[in-house]
């Protein structure tokens, strides 16, 4: 069965660091586009970061590049969200997505709290 479970949140403080994982089963990641988005309280899913297997290239919303990374361990069919230097306006639900035809799919959300 097809399954992304996300986990790594957790509550921080600003300046701080976590790393969120996405475990995939059931799918070869190395064969799939997949990415990071997030939800913010009152504001719609917004992307945060992907990375493209046709030619491993990366992207990155402005409002995080120089500060998170994303990575992908194929072994392990696990992909990390590296964020470092947080913000309270990291906080958000983030979530993987993991682009196939003809449906995309979604894990479950982990929860990420910047906050004093």
């Known amino acids: 069965q097809e399954k992304l479970v996300e986990s790594g949140g957790g509550l921080v403080q600003p300046g701080g660091s976590l790393r969120l994982s996405c475990a995939a089963s059931g799918f070869s990641l190395d064969h799939y586009s997949i990415g990071w988005f997030r939800q913010a309280p009152g504001k719609g899913r917004e992307g945060v970061s992907c990375?493209?297997?046709?030619?491993?290239?990366?992207y990155y919303a402005d409002s995080v590049k120089g500060r998170f990374t994303i990575s992908m361990d194929t072994g392990k069919n696990i992909v990390y969200l590296q964020m470092n230097s947080l913000k309270a306006e990291d906080t958000a639900v983030y979530y993987c997505?993991?682009?196939?035809?003809?449906?995309?799919?979604w894990g479950q959300g982990t929860q990420v709290t910047v906050s004093s």
């Open positions: 990375i493209v297997t046709t030619d491993n290239s990366t």
């Open positions: 997505k993991l682009w196939s035809r003809p449906n995309d799919y």
